[in-house]
């Protein structure tokens, strides 16, 4: 496996994209909000330990509601056939 290749297909990995433009605008935000105060060594810091934290944090938020939409379509899937069965059938003639 390549990190280069991996990179080229960052987009296609559910939940990466948006994870990581999270924990971008998140560090670099508590970079800026810093480096007045704190000097550009603590400044960078917190912005690395943001950037890491959202992005891990809003990762893994994003893999468990894809992981629970999928046990709810597999529910209804495995359920449709018994709806099926049970329903009556209507008659197509009107009254």
Aim: glycine share 10%; charged share 20%; net charge positive.
């Amino acid at each position: 496996v390549s990190p280069y290749e991996d990179l080229q297909r960052i987009g296609e990995i559910p939940c990466a994209r948006n994870s990581l433009l999270n924990g971008i605008a998140s560090g670099v935000g508590v970079g800026i909000i810093l480096m007045g105060g704190a000097g550009p060594f603590a400044a960078s810091n917190w912005a690395v330990g943001t950037f890491v934290l959202v992005s891990l944090g809003t990762w893994t938020i994003c893999q468990r509601n894809i992981q629970e939409e999928r046990r709810r379509v597999q529910t209804v899937v495995e359920q449709l056939p018994k709806r099926m069965l049970a329903e009556p059938k209507e008659s197509k003639t009107p009254p």
